[in-house]
């Protein structure tokens, strides 16, 4: 054996057992973050287990109310944006489908037949003659030998694109399900708002049948009178506010779902009822729970595919080996079609020499893309841990504020009985009872305004660490 056929023998050799690759080495990049939150802003615990614990979770592990489910899986059902990334992730897997198949050979099968006649006149023979020809033939047009790992670089990039578009699918599905939880919790909090001024509007106009009665027989002035419908009138006012914002509510729900949700489906009851649906937050979370975002992975998919795409554009720089061969038959007549044989072998090898450094500029193309990527990686790490801290913080100092709000609550509660005993007695002016009611009606409203905080703040933590987390037993006071 000549010594070029031992080197042909040696390259198809590398074909068939494997191909080099020059594309760099991947690894994770080290997270520019710390490496948990502040001992502050969220419950010291054991961060293995919790971070176990926020990889487990599902969203229905999460939102625990059967209607909030209901509703969602109505959205999940119905969202125009979920489907277009559906249909995303369908074109990408046929984009690495194709590029996938340029790793194996094209074999396609021929066969063709002629036939043709020369007169005479045009015959050197002065004979008019007529032939024919056949042929049939398999072969092998122009199947690169990726000695240089070009094919599979671009291979693994397109993978790595159509896991990109697999995580924007689950990114625009926990996105749909924090806004239509957010949404159905709103609901909740003005439907129990609206539920307080309806209580108060009929407490205050039953307190205002009885000064009018009072004041005929005596006992209290025109002053009283016209204080107690100011109240009545202050009431009858938020009443009407907040059957136009629950309308309003229920209208963007039903954008949100993109159908009519059904009343059954719809928040009933108090907002600890709501809270009950939300499950709490475990403790020790450690900020490796980032790398479970969507967007996070979606970020470092398209790092690996720069990084693939660095391997294609070396491999650019160095020969391109194809191989174009046939087998088949050829005769003059269709009877003898399969008696001779004919084949032919072409390969052939491109050597870039000068290119005014086109393909150089492509590796340095792509290698500036792979940093564009890597730093469009570690902002989304920061951005993710951004947002998870602000919710933490604001989660560490809502326990404090609901108990207070609920105890200035019990304290007005208590002003305003006593106030309304004494005024009873004629001991106190009702401008006191007034003033008393008042604070009480606002502390009231406050308090429905800190536990939709919370249910909120909860929703938010949900999306953050990148869809839920499980609940072991009240991790959290």
Not at 158 to 168: F, I, P, Q, R, V
Not at 250 to 279: E, I, K, S, W, Y
Not at 381 to 407: G, K, P
Not at 440 to 448: E, G
Request: charge should be negative; charged fraction near 20%.
């Amino acid at each position: 054996m000549n010594l070029q056929m031992k080197i042909g023998a040696l390259m198809l050799a590398a074909a068939l057992t494997g191909c080099a690759s020059l594309a760099p080495e991947y690894t994770r990049p080290v997270a520019p973050v710390p490496q948990d939150w502040t001992a502050s802003a969220v419950p010291t615990g054991n961060a293995a287990q919790a971070a176990a614990t926020v990889e487990a979770a599902h969203w229905q592990d999460v939102m625990r109310d059967t209607r909030l489910r209901d509703t969602i899986a109505m959205a999940l059902d119905n969202s125009r944006d979920l489907r277009v990334a559906l249909l995303n992730i369908e074109k990408a897997r046929a984009t690495y489908r194709i590029q996938a198949a340029a790793s194996y050979p094209t074999v396609k099968a021929s066969g063709s037949g002629t036939a043709s006649r020369t007169p005479g006149e045009a015959a050197t023979s002065g004979v008019t003659t007529t032939s024919h020809s056949y042929s049939a033939a398999v072969g092998v047009s122009a199947y690169e030998l990726d000695l240089f790992g070009r094919i599979r670089n671009l291979k693994d990039a397109a993978l790595e694109s159509y896991l990109n578009t697999e995580e924007a699918r689950r990114s625009t599905q926990l996105t749909l399900i924090a806004e239509v939880a957010g949404a159905w919790l709103t609901l909740a909090a003005d439907q129990a708002q609206l539920a307080l001024a309806r209580d108060t509007l009929n407490s205050q106009q039953s307190t205002y049948d009885l000064t009018r009665q009072r004041q005929a027989l005596g006992a209290d002035s025109a002053l009283t009178v016209a204080q107690t419908q100011t109240s009545v009138e202050s009431a009858r006012r938020d009443v009407a506010a907040y059957e136009s914002q629950v309308q309003q509510d229920m209208n963007a729900l039903d954008l949100l779902v993109g159908a009519r949700v059904p009343q059954a489906l719809l928040p009933a009851g108090t907002l600890d009822d709501a809270a009950a649906a939300l499950v709490n937050l475990p403790s020790g979370l450690p900020s490796e729970v980032l790398q479970r975002r969507p967007d996070v992975l979606a970020a470092e998919h398209l790092l690996k595919a720069a990084h693939a795409d660095i391997g294609a554009a070396r491999a650019a720089l160095f020969p391109t080996i194809s191989l174009t061969g046939s087998a088949g038959t050829a005769s003059r007549s269709l009877g003898d079609l399969f008696k001779g044989g004919a084949w032919s072998f072409m390969p052939a090898i491109s050597l870039p020499i000068f290119d005014g450094g086109a393909l150089q500029a492509n590796v340095r193309s792509a290698e500036v893309d792979r940093d564009i990527q890597l730093a469009t990686y570690e902002k989304t790490v920061q951005t993710a841990f951004s947002e998870v801290a602000d919710a933490l913080a604001e989660r560490a100092s809502l326990a404090d504020r609901l108990a207070a709000q609920q105890a200035l609550v019990a304290a007005w509660q208590r002003s305003f009985d006593l106030a309304q005993a004494r005024y009873k007695l004629g001991s106190d002016s009702y401008l006191t009872v007034l003033d008393a009611q008042r604070s009480l009606y606002a502390a009231r409203q406050t308090l429905i305004t800190l536990q939709q905080t919370d249910l909120s703040n909860r929703v938010t933590l949900f999306k953050v660490l990148g869809g839920g987390w499980a609940d072991e037993g009240g991790s959290e006071g």
